[in-house]
């Protein structure tokens, strides 16, 4: 039986770690967690929330994920709409408000507000 989920693993281009940390830290909220050494030998980087945590692993053929995208519940979605630009904003999911926005490397990513 599943219990929870760990955490979402996305891809990003080498290098591209301190722009994921502005990014996952600065505007959603997360804080970073260290990698244990042996995985941080490959990069990357972990980011951590209540009851969230996202890896964004090293790709060498990085392709950002367009489709596929995790989804986090925030608290004040106009807050961060206003922060994010290019928020993209839709009412197809009922009960929910929300949005989509890009990571800086180009993963997509959907931020919901019950109503």
Known sequence: MIRA??????AAPKGSEPLLKE????VLGLREVLKPPELAKRGGAWFRGEGVEVHLGIEDDFRP??????AFLVDDLDAYAAKI???QADDLF????RI?????V???????QPV
């Open 94 to 97: 009922p009960g929910y408000r």
């Open 100 to 104: 989509y926005i890009s990571d800086p």
């Open 106 to 112: 180009g993963n997509r990513i959907e931020l919901l």
């Open 65 to 70: 994920a367009r489709k596929a995208h995790p």
């Open 85 to 87: 630009p290019g928020a």
């Open 5 to 10: 989920l760990h955490h979402v693993q996305l």
């Open 23 to 26: 990014f996952y830290e600065g």
